[in-house]
């Protein structure tokens, strides 16, 4: 899913005094998922950062107004311009009254070190049903084209003993619905795999 990331910049200050200049952000799709897997919420505080760990607790101090409020580094921003290291949701600006003037000395203070793990054999919540392995092309390729036709989006991968064909990135909400499409186009799913978090 891609991001808007808005212009209205915003002057971060955080140890060692160093002056950052983030932006709040918002999502383009309705169905966004974060980098921690979370659904993107804008009415929900959170932050972007592309240095601090996921899952991290931070203070965020806005000098000007006065005001503050503690809330947790919940996505990357890979797509943000360079220079800009941090970004808020729209629940988070409105608590620093950052939304009309777009501008502030925030100060970023580290309440907790973040412990979502990116370890690759960690269960992170997504997971994959291998279809099998097709030696006749014309097989694969109507079963691929029969999956999309049921709303799914496979992955067709060549092999020396064939096609492979799978359905990935299925989040555990979305399971059951999955085995009924894969059904509906005339295979049985199997067991589910678990893999790597793709927005990580």
């Not at 950052?20 to 950062?49: I, N, Q, R």
């Not at 601090?52 to 000007?64: F, I």
């Not at 100060?107 to 960690?122: D, F, L, P």
């Not at 049903?129 to 060549?158: C, H, K, S, W």
């Amino acid at each position: 899913m891609k991001r808007l990331l808005l212009i209205l910049a915003i002057v971060i200050s955080a140890a060692p005094l160093c002056a950052e200049t983030g932006c709040w952000y918002t999502a383009m799709e309705p169905e966004y998922f974060t980098a921690s897997g979370t659904l993107f919420d804008d009415s929900k505080k959170g932050v972007a950062s592309d240095t601090l760990p996921l899952g991290t607790v931070v203070e965020l101090s806005n000098a000007v107004t006065g005001t503050s409020t503690i809330t947790t580094i919940t996505d990357t921003l890979p797509e943000l311009p360079e220079g800009r290291t941090i970004a808020l949701t729209r629940a988070a600006a409105e608590d620093l009254r950052m939304m009309d003037r777009g501008l502030g000395d925030i100060k970023v203070s580290i309440v907790r070190e973040g412990t979502i793990s990116r370890e690759k054999n960690e269960d992170t919540g997504w997971y994959k049903y291998d279809l099998g392995v097709f030696e006749d092309t014309a097989q694969a390729a109507e079963l691929y084209f029969r999956l999309i036709e049921n709303g799914l989006m496979p992955y067709a991968t060549a092999e020396d003993n064939g096609i492979r064909i799978e359905v990935r990135h299925v989040m555990a909400y979305q399971m059951d619905e999955t085995v009924n499409r894969i059904a509906l186009s005339g295979i049985e799913a199997g067991k589910a795999e678990a893999e790597d978090n793709p927005y990580i």
